[in-house]
């Protein structure tokens, strides 16, 4: 079960095939067989388009605006080397291991790829002006990270207002505040905004709903509503499944600010909560919750210029279904993976993997109904993480100090959030039955 050196094999092999991918033929021009000349305005800006100019526009969280061939040229060798080392745009999931169907995945696609280095290798031509695409528009950056498919939240629920010194050490400012709800709804999707001016220093923001004890009038902690940090843009809960906001609750807020060198004044984080109709029936419970890598009485502790492996085990007594994979850590964590172990066949299986981490971009992995794993009874989830406190890590701050487990930034963390769905046997195999049938539909009409 404790397949280190295993575990990590695949992932520097999925490193290896990745990298090895971006060098694959070129693609050939009809006519004639030899490569088709790329150039930005042909075959570049549609990419960024699509891609890239959401974040990398004129007042947007980009730290350059991508919009025009004048702002993207000097960037092109930039440009080049993060997509090719996957870094860009920021989803960092490996590719051909594991599940590939997920939501909201921002990944280009391997011809995406090769079509900019390609033109970045070229010396970065512009080409014929008339090819450019016609100028989009924008979305707000303000707006709400569902709202395309969603529409605007049926409830927004705020902090108080916060003032950050310009310097200092890490804050948690944890206000407890109503959501003003009359009854008890099922969430349909959940997302944290923070301010524009605020992104940079809010570190995490979760939130645990506090619920109203009827016998004593008092509240006491309920569920995790979510968990926020830099990168995510929320969760969507299925409709068969019943993530509950009761009525009369509160919310209770844990954000974690890191001073960046600019006083932030009165910042506000926002809460935008989707709500399924009243009366919506849904058979299952779906909680998000955080599971830990440290076995127990293990210990996190990276040396000086070492690197150190955790792995946790987690069981469940009924059979559930795992709708969301996130990984977290600080500035050491490189790496992550998510796999399952079936102690009847002694099979382990590898579900998700994050070979390329960064603490800059926090990434909720949400599996697509149809390939979202069905997990057992009595079957384990095995979670490792691999952390590099070497020079060779760029990401690290300071390779000669210890570093154990702890809340500060300057500290590390070792768990996965994940959202689970719990099952009865009855719909796990119902479950399990109708995903073998359409695979076998699929291979027939092949």
């Known amino acids: 079960m404790t397949r280190t050196l295993g575990a990590l094999t695949v992932l520097v092999a999925s490193v290896v095939a990745y990298a090895a991918g971006v060098q694959a033929q070129a693609p050939q021009s009809p006519a004639t067989g030899t490569p088709a000349a790329v150039t930005f305005a042909k075959d570049v800006a549609p990419i960024l388009q699509k891609n890239c100019q959401q974040c990398h526009q004129p007042g947007a969280i980009g730290p350059m605006p ?10 092109a060798r930039a440009i080049r080397q993060k997509v090719v080392a996957g870094e860009m745009p920021p989803y960092r999931y490996d590719r051909d291991i ?50 395309d498919q969603l529409g605007q939240p049926d409830l927004v629920v705020r902090t108080r207002p916060f003032t950050l010194p310009a310097r200092g050490q890490d804050v948690w400012w944890r206000p407890i505040v109503p ?28 939130s645990e709903i506090l619920v109203l004890d009827e016998k004593t009038g008092q509240y006491k902690e309920g569920e995790r509503l979510t968990e926020y940090a830099l990168g995510k843009a929320g969760e969507i809960v299925p409709p068969d499944a019943c993530r509950t906001l009761p009525a009369n609750a509160l919310v209770q807020w844990d954000v974690h ?15 935008g909560i989707w709500l399924y109709p009243e009366g919506h029936q849904a058979k299952f419970k779906q909680d998000l919750k955080l599971y830990t890598l440290l076995m127990k009485g293990g ?38 993976t998510l796999e399952i172990f079936y102690p009847d066949t002694g099979k382990l299986e590898m579900i998700s993997s994050v070979s390329n981490w960064t603490n800059n971009w926090h990434t909720s992995h949400i599996y697509d109904e149809d390939v979202a794993p069905l997990v057992p009874k009595g079957a384990v989830l095995v979670i490792t993480g ?20 702890g809340s500060r930034t300057a500290d590390e963390m070792s768990h996965a959030w994940i959202a689970v769905t719990h099952l009865d046997d009855e719909s796990y195999a119902r479950m399990k039955g109708e995903r ?6 699929s291979n027939t009409t092949r």
Not at 109 to 128: C, F, H, V
Not at 257 to 271: A, R
Request: aromatic share 8%; with cysteine; hydrophobic share 35%.
């Open 66 to 75: 991508l919009t025009k061939y004048e702002e993207v040229r000097p960037w």
């Open 98 to 147: 594991g599940i590939q169907k997920l939501k909201g995945d921002l990944r280009l696609s391997q011809a995406e790829i090769e079509t900019i280095a390609r033109w970045a290798d070229a010396g970065a031509p512009l080409g014929n002006p008339a090819d450019m695409p016609p100028p989009i528009t924008f979305p707000d950056p303000t707006k709400w990270a569902f709202a």
């Open 179 to 206: 959501t003003g709800l009359t009854t008890d709804r099922c969430i349909k999707a959940v997302s944290v905004k923070p301010s524009l001016k605020g992104r940079a220093a809010a570190h995490h923001a979760n």
């Open 257 to 271: 600010y890191y001073p960046t060198g600019q006083e932030l004044k009165d910042d506000v984080i926002e809460l």
């Open 299 to 336: 210990e996190l502790e990276i040396p000086p210029h070492g690197t150190v492996m955790t792995q946790g085990f987690h069981s469940f007594k009924t059979p559930v279904r795992l709708d969301s994979f996130q990984p977290h850590g600080h500035f050491r964590l490189v790496a992550k």
């Open 386 to 405: 691999y952390y590099d406190n070497t020079r060779a890590n760029r990401g690290n701050p300071d390779p000669d100090q210890w570093v154990g487990l």
């Open 436 to 441: 073998e049938a359409r695979a076998k539909a």
